[in-house]
């Protein structure tokens, strides 16, 4: 079964950025992210999206 949610660590492996990247990128809104309990969680497409987002704005 494939991941449905990716902790910040995996995030950051996944876009080859730092931790607080991530988290900078969760608080300003360009990274959509969910709490479960005390955790905090990104839906893997949330990454993808974002991903494509800068492909985009890139090639524009």
């Given at each position: 079964?494939?991941?449905?949610?990716?902790?910040?660590?995996?995030?950051?492996?996944?876009?080859?950025?730092?931790?607080a990247?991530?988290?900078?990128?969760?608080?300003?809104?360009?990274?959509?992210?969910?709490?479960?309990?005390?955790l905090?969680?990104?839906?893997?497409?949330?990454?993808?999206?974002?991903?494509?987002?800068?492909?985009?704005?890139?090639?524009?």
């Open positions: 079964m494939e991941r449905v949610f990716l902790t910040p660590e995996e995030v950051a492996e996944a876009l080859h950025v730092g931790r990247k991530v988290y900078d990128l969760i608080r300003n809104g360009d990274l959509v992210s969910v709490k479960i309990g005390r905090r969680r990104v839906h893997a497409e949330a990454v993808r999206e974002y991903a494509s987002r800068l492909i985009e704005e890139a090639a524009a």
